[in-house]
């Protein structure tokens, strides 16, 4: 993705603010797990993917995006991602939305 198209979905997403992977995990409290597709299992796809997610003020995934990853792999870790509920992020006191990040390791191990 383009930084042109980064900075303009950053744009159409507004969060307020930007929470790590540990922070994001730990405020989850609901979060499937992707499938692994049956294909990339066949052909032994592994590695990792990244994709960046904005919580709402509720909680709720408003928007998922891939930021690294093998295509076969990022479509079904964004559509666990859409699933995931959070525990609503917080600046000063006031629920806002947030930009998290969160990484999945796909291995046939």
């Known amino acids: 993705m383009g930084l042109m198209v980064l900075t303009e979905w950053l744009a159409a997403a507004d969060p307020e603010l930007r929470v790590g992977e540990s922070d994001a995990k730990k405020a989850a409290v609901a979060k499937p797990a992707p499938v692994y597709p049956l294909t990339a299992r066949q052909l032994k ?5 990244v994709i960046e997610a904005v919580v709402s003020e509720a909680g709720v995934v408003s928007d998922v995006r891939p930021v690294t990853g093998n295509p076969i792999l990022t479509k079904p870790a964004l559509e666990a991602v859409r699933k995931w509920k ?24």
């Open 45 to 49: 796809v592994t590695g990792k993917v």
């Open 86 to 109: 959070f525990r609503p992020f917080e600046r000063e006191g006031k629920a806002v939305a947030a930009l998290v990040t969160l990484s999945f390791e796909f291995d046939t191990n």
